[in-house]
């Protein structure tokens, strides 16, 4: 249930771009993330800063979309918000002297402080280039493009990079309780 309510809203967008236009589409985007996050209230589920960001992006860049009626906002939202993400990463683990998903991770998953680290910067990194290709496509491709780019590029991409970030995480996986048991 909570990947399709996770996904739910730009599956919305895609549909309703299809079915009318984009600003249709970004009203139906604005709707649907709302709509999720008290969802995710009404069901008790964490509500992490990724919600959040994205909730007040989609708000605040689809209304300029609607109010202006140019869809160059809607298209950079995108990339505001991969760079938020960047930035939230890079100073939760400067600031903190601990890696942000280390945080939201560290309960279920132990492994030793590179590897936070290193996962860290690499999603540091794979976002930046996210929001990257995404001001490319949205400036120099068509809307259809675009769009495309936006539902399936990016889901298909930050897919992929999660695997491989589970790989790694595997990889490097130590066992607490074998942690406790050579301290004793």
Do not use: C
Not at 34 to 46: D, G, Y
Not at 122 to 144: E, G, H, K, R
Not at 151 to 157: C, I, K, N, R, W
């Amino acid at each position: 249930m909570l990947f399709v309510l996770e996904y739910l809203p730009i599956a919305l967008f895609f549909i309703f771009y299809l079915l009318g236009d984009i600003f249709l589409a970004t009203g139906v985007l604005m709707l649907g993330t709302v709509l999720q996050i008290i969802a995710l209230k009404f069901m008790r589920e964490v509500i992490t800063p990724r919600h959040w960001i994205i909730l007040w992006m989609v708000l605040i860049f689809g209304s300029i979309t609607l109010f202006l009626h140019d869809e160059w906002f809607i298209k950079i939202k995108v990339s505001v918000i991969y760079v938020a993400i960047a930035l939230f990463l890079l100073i939760g683990q400067q600031w903190k002297k601990r890696s942000p998903l280390q945080q939201f991770l560290g309960e279920e998953i132990n492994l030793p402080d590179f590897a936070w680290r290193r996962l860290t910067y690499a999603w540091v990194i794979f976002t930046l280039a996210l929001a990257a290709v995404n001001l490319y496509i949205a400036q120099y491709m068509s809307l259809d493009a675009w769009v495309n780019f936006k539902v399936f590029g990016t889901l298909g991409a930050t897919l992929v990079f999660t695997i491989f970030t589970g790989a790694y995480m595997f990889k490097h996986h130590t066992d607490r309780d074998k942690d406790a048991e050579e301290i004793e």
